[in-house]
């Protein structure tokens, strides 16, 4: 308890000694004690003092405590405050991110319906323009044909008003003045008109009647041919059809017409396969109609068989980029079985639908530069598995067009092991991504072509394409490109982008070659070329063969579904119509021994081989230039001569290429002139040292040996049977 000093409020107070009290306490208890303390020494005036002092004490005591804890409170309310604030903001921010997650899931979703909906409507807008592009050429083709009705119906009236019938003999006379049946009140211009109808119908079925004996004059023609065993004709063989008329540019009539044709029973029909171009030369009208001609767009599903014998076949699809200047003419020729001697197998495994391309014998037998070559196509589906038929086929075929060999890029050495007397090259479908050869799966796809090994001095690997497309080229004039193609199928994923892609690459190759090269394409194309489907795939094949004049043949259908029928035709034989002479049959064949589900195609044909061609030349190395010490000015010398000399005007691709071997010349002159010529080292005469009798002495060392020996064999031989 501390002290406390009070002094005496009076002045006039006896006691004004000052004087120490203790340390107030807190208590009542306390208090009281203390006060009784303080009783005994006092006046009642100093302890009323004392007591207002000790109860000021206490409330600002008390004021004090509140003050603390107001201000603790205050403190801890803004504490709780800030926290509030601080959770509030992070839950608020985070709905805020929730929010715009959901907005932005929902403006993706929205943008993909958006475009889904835009190709939907682009692709009903590009139905809906096919559609009416259709009906606009059906409303033509219709007022076409109604045009033609009229004009007929207009021709039979007059002729039947300008004929009539005298006479039991039943002859016909004309009556010669047509100018008395027309009413005296028309004008000149109807006059006109008649006229010139008259003019025009005349000439209409004039040719028409031209075409008509020219069509009745081939038919007696082949009436006269081989006929056929009837237990051998097919349902198709019965059939005879009408071809559409071809149109030249300067004709006044455009108009069809049908063809009448004998009945069946008077004349054998044919079932042979037609050549297809899509690059073709316009007949001219003197033949139009004495061949068969049809284009790869026929429908031949639309072909009606009429007891009348006149026959209906679909018109020319119009929509189609094709050049109708180039049209092949295929002369129907009587079906005859073509045995072909080089070949080991019999002719009865073949099919008998087939054809020669071209009515004559082989031109190679004669000339020993002329070479037969037989080429196989097939998608054989799996390599390994061909052994039955490689066995039939045993040497008869020189060079094989394979398709999905299964083979991976790690096993493509085994194409020269497979055969014994071939070589191969191909390509994996995996060629930019190999795999190594342990745990390898089951393959698929893969291009290969095998050869003849006698044909290795003249067939050169060539690395163009990709790994769908493999080429090899034969020396010959001109030079042979053999490519091997297998074409994406329609079901996989990107399928129509790989399939442009690998017309694109033939395009780019069929340019930089067609002009100096002898081309032909087999392989698997996974899309029908005659067909009617009208598909972006077989109008991209059709654009290309017309672009570069190539050529094929119908041989029917090669593709076996999965029941065992043949259902598509998707395999082909592709050849330039430039060349078309060299080729002598395309054949579909039948072999026991195939366990693939297509069918191999078989081309014929003559190649010519320049003696140049028959051996490979050897290569020489040449000496390295060495540019630095070399006589940089004899070579700019010389190449400056060889320019001047050599350069002429260029007005055509061939002065191009001309001009160009030129300064290659040139420029390997000048580098053989400045090149240092490799030193003739003589060597020194060797010493003479063996003579005449040096030889003789050596001889009779060996026989003397030669007798020794053989005699102590009989010895020792001797000696053992004693």
Excluded at 204 to 226: A, F, H, I, P
Excluded at 231 to 260: I, L, R
Excluded at 432 to 446: A, Q
Aim: some cysteine; overall charge negative.
């Amino acid at each position: 308890m501390g002290i406390l000093t009070v002094s005496s409020s009076d002045p006039n107070s006896s006691r004004n000694d000052d004087f120490q009290l203790p340390t107030i306490p807190s208590d009542d208890w306390e208090m009281n004690v203390f006060l009784k303390e303080l009783a005994d020494g006092l006046t009642d005036e100093d302890l009323k003092t004392m007591k207002h002092f000790v109860s000021a004490h206490r409330n600002i005591q008390k004021r004090m405590q509140k003050i603390n804890n107001n201000t603790l409170s205050n403190n801890n309310n803004s504490t709780e405050q800030d926290q509030n604030e601080t959770s509030a903001n992070s839950e608020f921010q985070k709905i805020k991110m929730k929010e715009l997650r959901q907005l932005e899931q929902r403006l993706r979703k929205k943008d993909e319906q958006l475009k889904l909906k835009e190709t939907a409507i682009n692709e009903n807008m590009s139905e809906k323009t096919k559609v009416l592009d259709r009906l606009f050429k059906a409303e033509a083709r219709n007022l076409e044909l109604e045009q033609t009705v009229k004009t007929l119906f207009t021709r039979i009236e007059t002729l039947e008003a300008y004929k009539t019938t005298q006479g039991n003999g039943g002859t016909f006379h004309s009556i010669p003045n047509t100018e008395n049946k027309v009413s005296h009140d028309s004008t000149s211009s109807d006059k006109l008109i008649v006229g010139i109808r008259d003019k025009v119908t005349n000439y209409v079925l004039g040719k028409v009647d031209e075409e008509l004996n020219k069509l009745l004059n081939s038919c007696n023609r082949s009436s006269n041919s081989e006929q056929f065993d009837p237990s051998q004709q097919s349902f198709h063989q019965q059939k005879s059809f009408m071809q559409p008329h071809q149109y030249s540019p300067n004709q006044h009539s455009n108009q069809p017409y049908v063809t009448t044709q004998r009945p069946n029973h008077q004349f054998s029909s044919y079932d042979q396969p037609v050549f297809h171009n899509t690059s073709h030369v316009l007949p001219s009208h003197q033949y139009s109609n004495a061949y068969y001609q049809y284009d790869h767009i026929q429908n031949r599903e639309q072909d009606i068989e009429i007891n009348h014998s006149v026959n209906f076949h679909p018109d020319l699809n119009d929509d189609r980029n094709i050049c109708k200047e180039n049209l092949i003419e295929i002369l129907p020729t009587e079906q005859k079985k073509v045995n072909n001697t080089e070949l080991s197998h019999s002719n009865e495994s073949y099919r008998n639908d087939k054809e020669v391309v071209n009515n004559q014998q082989s031109i190679g037998k004669s000339d020993p530069n002329w070479f037969h070559i037989s080429l196989e196509d097939f998608n054989c589906k799996n390599i390994l598995t061909c052994g039955p038929l490689f066995d039939e086929l045993k040497d008869s075929i020189d060079i094989y067009l394979l398709q999905e060999h299964w083979l991976f890029h790690c096993q493509l050495k085994m194409l020269n092991d497979i055969l014994l007397d071939y070589k191969g090259v191909g390509k994996s479908s995996r060629l930019s991504d190999p795999i190594t050869p342990w745990r390898m799966p089951r393959g698929y796809g893969g291009t290969a072509i095998l050869w003849k090994k006698n044909l290795d001095s003249i067939v050169t690997p060539l690395s163009i394409g990709n790994n769908r497309i493999q080429c090899i080229e034969i020396n010959g004039d001109p030079n042979l490109i053999v490519i091997s193609v297998y074409l994406p199928c329609k079901g996989s994923t990107n399928s129509q982008t790989e399939f442009q892609e690998c017309i694109d690459l033939l395009n780019e190759i069929l340019t930089t070659y067609e002009l100096t090269h002898q081309i032909i394409i087999g392989g698997d194309f996974n899309e029908e070329i005659f067909g009617s489907n009208d598909s972006i795939r077989q109008k991209y094949i059709v654009s290309f063969m017309d672009e570069h004049c190539l050529s094929t043949k119908d041989i029917g259908k090669t593709f076996i579904s999965a029941n065992g029928s043949d259902c598509t035709a998707i395999d082909y034989i592709l050849f330039q119509e430039t060349f078309k002479e060299s080729i002598i049959n395309i054949k579909k064949c039948e072999f026991t021994g195939n366990v693939s589900d297509h069918y191999p195609l078989l081309l014929s044909l003559d190649f010519e081989i320049t003696k140049s061609s028959n051996t490979k030349t050897e290569f020489k190395p040449k000496m390295k230039v060495k540019w630095d010490k070399a006589d940089l000015s004899k070579y700019t010398e010389i190449i400056n001569e060889g320019l001047i000399t050599s350069l002429q005007d260029i007005n055509t691709k061939v002065d191009i290429e001309t001009g160009f071997h030129d300064i290659t010349a040139v420029i390997a002159k000048a580098t053989n002139e400045i090149a240092q010529k490799p030193k003739t080292r003589k060597n020194k005469p060797k010493l003479k040292v063996m003579s005449d009798e040096i030889l003789k002495a050596i001889r009779n060392k060996k026989s003397a040996f030669y007798y020794w020996k053989a005699k102590d064999g009989q010895l020792i031989f001797r000696s053992f049977s004693s």
